[in-house]
């Protein structure tokens, strides 16, 4: 038994290398997590498209757990020792989430204007002060095009409230995970029951979709601290349970999806919503773990991007916030392209230009054939991976060009 713990926990933690300014970094990565992730940002394109290929027959809708999934996610990574320097931690979260998804957000801006003015869209705010730094806060829909982003200014405030709940914990010395996560869990309950009391509407979305993932993101630092040491049932007892409490959901309840950016949609009451959640996640989390001996988490993202299987998976799970921010953009191509054959051929004769033109939630499927939507996968998830790709080989060189120019200008300045 302790060898076969063994192995699992060398599969689940392997160190890996990364190059990075002519020097290895080695650190530890979680296989498993990286995985989950893949998996997650998975559900988060094939949800926006309608694909159901991951919800196991319908038995877990991406919209009962997905969104909690990824705050649930980020909160098994958070460190305490980030207490001890908060301010770096602020500035680090703000430099690898705030900062890409702003500059992206002036980008997709510029894009959203272009293509209304000279392509006859009808989607999209004007460019301004707001829509460029206040609206991504408040519900991220500033654009459209890369409207499934709005999930990231919400992890950003999460993550600084979780920093300065547990600092002020840790100064009243009750910094216990149990009481946090009752205690978020009592107040995203109430957010609930406010929401389907028709309370949470306008501006109040904003702190009620903060208030109701901040739970998930806690789910994850309890998992890591109290039930991952315990997580040792075998597989088969484990699936019994979590797919015979998910089959009683489903005939108990009124549906199981809900809207977690909008806070609307909650038909079972303030407790089935976490339920859910806790099920979904505890599903999708045995799976990755069981896919886990697929991958070599000792990859770099240059070794992961070239292998197949396994090595894709780490890739993509290393890779999601590229895919978060760019794949509806994808499918927009995609159905450009598809616009393009059915103005110039006489194919595709049933495409709707004005739900092309108006509306960002139209899929077009070629012969009404559901098989086509696996090319929205595709393109939702390679694109911005492709993207990706190419920043990344571009940005060294960039800023090697770049500094040595600065340095040139420097040594000509003090000649």
């Not at 392997?14 to 498993?32: I, P, W």
């Not at 982003?149 to 600092?167: D, G, S, T, Y």
């Not at 739900?355 to 960002?360: E, T, V």
Request: charged share 15%.
């Amino acid at each position: 038994m302790s060898v076969v713990m063994e192995r699992e926990n060398k599969i689940t933690h392997v160190s890996y290398g990364r190059r990075e300014r002519g020097k290895t970094e080695s650190r530890e990565y979680n296989v498993t997590f990286g995985i989950l992730s893949a998996l997650a940002i998975l559900m988060i394109v094939a949800g926006h498209s309608g694909y159901d290929i991951l919800t196991v027959g319908g038995l877990f809708p991406y919209y009962s757990f997905h969104v909690p999934l990824f705050m649930f996610i980020s909160g098994y990574f958070y460190r305490e020792e980030e207490e001890s320097r908060p301010f770096a931690y602020l500035k680090k979260k703000a430099k690898r989430l705030l900062l890409p998804y702003l500059i992206w957000n002036v980008v997709y801006g510029l894009l959203a204007a272009a293509m209304r003015a000279f392509g006859g869209f009808a989607m999209g705010e004007a460019v301004s002060l707001k829509t460029l730094f206040v609206t991504p806060f408040l519900n991220g829909y500033q654009f459209i095009l890369n409207y499934a982003a709005w999930f990231v200014p919400v992890l950003f405030i999460v993550e600084m409230m979780n920093l300065c709940m547990r600092l002020l914990l840790g100064r009243l010395r009750i910094n216990s995970e149990w009481l946090i996560l009752i205690g978020t869990l009592a107040v995203g309950m109430l957010v609930v029951w406010f929401a389907m009391e028709g309370h949470v509407w306008g501006l109040y979305k904003t702190p009620g979709r903060i208030l109701f993932l901040y739970p998930c993101f806690q789910m994850g630092q309890f998992y890591k601290k109290k039930l991952e040491p315990r997580d040792k049932l075998g597989n088969v007892p484990y699936f019994a349970v979590v797919l015979g409490i998910q089959v009683l959901l489903h005939l108990c309840c009124n549906g199981l999806a809900y809207s977690s950016v909008w806070v609307t949609g909650f038909a079972n009451g303030p407790v089935i919503p976490y339920v859910t959640a806790v099920s979904g996640i505890a599903f999708w989390l045995r799976a990755a773990r069981l896919l886990s001996p697929l991958c070599d988490g000792r990859q770099s993202d240059e070794d992961a991007a070239q292998n197949p299987a396994g090595g894709f998976l780490l890739y993509l799970g290393r890779n999601t916030y590229a895919v978060m921010m760019h794949h509806v953009m994808a499918f927009m191509l995609v159905k450009m392209v598809l616009a393009g054959a059915a103005a110039h051929t006489g194919y595709l004769a049933d495409f709707d230009f004005v739900r092309f033109y108006a509306d960002i939630d139209y899929y077009y499927l070629v012969k009404g054939s559901e098989a086509f939507q696996m090319v929205y996968l595709a393109a939702g998830v390679g694109l911005p991976l492709m993207l990706q790709r190419g920043i990344d080989a571009f940005m060294p060189v960039l800023k090697q060009r770049f500094f040595v120019q600065s340095h040139t200008g420097l040594s000509g300045n003090g000649k």
